[in-house]
């Protein structure tokens, strides 16, 4: 499975839009993209899932580069409640899921 | 509520002690995986089922011994732990394994093996 790469933490001011890079230069071609989230003591949540094309659901865009080398994950109004840990995994399948350390994102008033 | 209760929530527990961790969800799913996250670690996959059978097995000890007897539940038995084994025990569900779905994770139970 592809490996991803994400900054350690990135901050965000409340309401504007949250932007999380993550880069997967490795991505095979049916590999997915996903995201989950995760806040401090919880059960991680899942956000969005993409293969080529922009995604967008209620909680998120996702948006994935032609080359599929990269993807950026958009909370057009961030909360206080979005301060979380947020994953990017590339795989296959549910069974494939590989959480790596992710990107903790700090939402401030 | 993701649909998803694990009990208990929390558990301290001796290393020769028995004990077993319980999931159960409430979404008609298929499939049903086990996750360990260590302080400071990434969650580590350790089992999945799919319709039942054991389909993963990502070499976990044998002290960690899992049973799903039917789609709703899943139990995580332990016996004769370390203290190494402490952290959070998460357990997750999707419509069926193998695919491009989402999973729905329980809130964990917090193990703390003395």
């Known amino acids: 499975d592809a490996k991803t790469t994400q900054p350690t933490s990135m901050d965000c001011a409340e309401g504007r839009a949250a932007n999380l890079p993550c880069n997967h230069s490795?991505?095979?071609?049916?590999?997915?993209v996903y995201w989950y989230r995760q806040i401090h003591s919880q059960g991680p949540q899942y956000i969005i899932h993409?293969?080529?094309n922009n995604e967008t659901n209620e909680m998120a865009s996702l948006i994935i580069t032609e080359d599929r080398k990269s993807s950026t994950l958009i909370l057009p109004h961030a909360t206080l409640r979005d301060t979380a840990v947020y994953y990017c995994i590339a795989a296959y399948n549910t069974d494939k899921l590989i959480f790596g350390t992710g990107t903790r994102l700090q939402v401030f008033p | 509520e993701t649909g998803v209760t694990q009990t208990p929530r929390h558990l301290v527990m001796g290393m020769t002690n028995k004990k077993s961790l319980k999931c159960e969800q409430h979404?008609?799913?298929?499939?049903m995986y086990w996750y360990k996250q260590s302080a400071k670690k990434p969650l580590e996959l350790m089992f999945v089922?799919?319709?039942?059978?054991?389909?993963e097995n990502n070499s976990v000890p044998s002290r960690f011994s899992p049973e799903c007897p039917n789609s709703s539940h899943l139990f995580l038995h332990l016996h004769t732990l370390q203290p190494e084994d402490s952290a959070l025990y998460l357990c997750a569900s999707s419509q069926e394994s193998g695919r491009d779905n989402e999973q729905f994770f329980g809130p964990g139970t917090r193990l703390t093996v003395l």
């Open positions: 993409g293969l080529k």
């Open positions: 979404l008609g799913h298929n499939a």
């Open positions: 089922y799919n319709f039942k059978e054991q389909t």
């Open positions: 490795t991505i095979s071609g049916n590999e997915y």
